[in-house]
């Protein structure tokens, strides 16, 4: 099991913002499914969400979405967006390989999930993927 804690601070630049969010992934024993939960907190809204590949106080392109985009935005006290990767959702740098790759950045911290809204279109909350 890998997870973020997003919030605004690790933005970059930081943004001012009630939000927060966790980001929940789960490989399956074969590897070819890649199970997440992406819990939002106070969002107004949301436009997409994606997993980036970069290290903290970088940006980087992007490897997976998770959400949208969406023109208008979801807004919530609190909501879940849950799904599943497979190898063919990689995107970017990861186009081609598979979700064993995706872990691997997970593990050196090269991964980031960061949602995008209305108001903050580079990213409201942001993450850095770790095991916890």
């Known amino acids: 099991m890998y997870k973020a804690f997003l919030n605004g601070k690790n933005e970059v630049p930081p943004v001012q913002t009630l939000s927060t969010g966790d ?3 789960e490989l399956n024993s074969s590897g070819s499914q890649l199970r997440f939960a992406l819990i939002m907190r106070n969002m107004s809204r949301a436009t997409q969400a994606h997993i980036h590949l970069a290290r903290p106080g ?3 392109p992007i490897a997976a979405c998770l959400f ?3 023109q208008f935005g979801i807004s919530v006290r609190r909501g879940a ?3 599943i990767l497979t190898n063919q959702d990689l995107v970017g740098p990861l186009q081609g390989k598979t979700l064993k790759d995706l872990i691997t950045e997970f593990e050196s911290g090269n991964a980031y999930v960061n949602v995008h809204t209305n108001r903050n279109s580079e990213g409201e909350i942001r993450g850095q993927v770790k095991q916890p």
């Open 23 to 25: 980001a929940i992934f």
């Open 58 to 60: 970088r940006g980087g």
């Open 68 to 70: 949208g985009p969406n």
């Open 81 to 83: 967006i849950r799904g």
